[in-house]
């Protein structure tokens, strides 16, 4: 199947664009499925305008995932990305995620793309665990300095980092719909967000499954049975 869907790619109420292509989609194919995205247009809130195109396999069944041992620290890389607003800004808040976690502030990871309906910064950073990327995003805003986008960005990923848990915050609440169709699975997480807890007791209304989750290792060890 081929989808193409117009609006919001970057939204700070929402999964980015480049989460759902490097951390959410990679997932997904830990249990089977095929599908791949194309970002064709970025669409920043609250204009949007965006769009993006997937590319999606048949999957016969799905494979209840293990993602509880988190691999080693491998590479963290940062990403500005701009849309009619002065290069300045992304490159303060590179600035302020060298200075906060080690990462590289060269001017090459600031980018620049064709203007969308309205203007946008997105600052993010990558953090890769084997074959595994979480991705934490910042969203500039009026009335908030670069420097203030950066710090808010950099303490998403010490939080993360602190722990041994496999799966972000984020991540943890879109697998459970997938976990539940393949009947099974666990990982860990370091926090249960009100999102992770409503999600699973919906799910468990429309599906016979049954959610759990324990304290593990100074987080959350996540399971689904059917």
Request: a negative charge.
């Amino acid at each position: 199947s081929r989808l193409r869907l117009e609006g919001g790619t970057h939204n700070p109420l929402a999964p980015s664009a480049d989460f759902i292509a490097d951390s959410y989609l990679p997932s997904l194919a830990r249990m089977g499925v095929q599908a791949s995205m194309q970002l064709l247009q970025h669409g920043f809130h609250p204009a949007g305008g965006g769009v993006i195109e997937l590319q999606v396999q048949p999957c016969a069944a799905l494979q209840a995932p293990c993602m509880e041992q988190r691999p080693a620290l491998e590479s963290m890389q940062a990403q500005v990305v701009m849309s009619g607003l002065s290069s300045s800004i992304g490159l303060r808040e590179l600035q302020v995620l060298a200075d906060e976690l080690g990462i590289d502030p060269h001017p090459r990871h600031v980018q620049s793309v064709r203007p969308a309906l309205g203007p946008g910064n997105v600052a993010m950073v990558r953090v890769r665990h084997g074959d595994h990327v979480e991705v934490f995003d910042g969203h500039g805003e009026r009335g908030v300095s670069a420097e203030r986008v950066g710090v808010r960005l950099a303490g998403q990923v010490r939080t993360y980092l602190s722990g041994g848990a496999w799966v972000g915050e984020y991540l943890s609440d879109q697998l459970l719909l997938p976990m539940a169709l393949a009947g099974g699975g666990s990982f860990t997480t370091h926090v249960i967000s009100d999102h992770l807890a409503s999600n699973a007791r919906l799910i468990e209304k429309f599906l016979p499954v049954e959610f759990d989750w324990q304290p593990h290792d100074g987080g959350w060890r996540v399971t689904v049975e059917a």
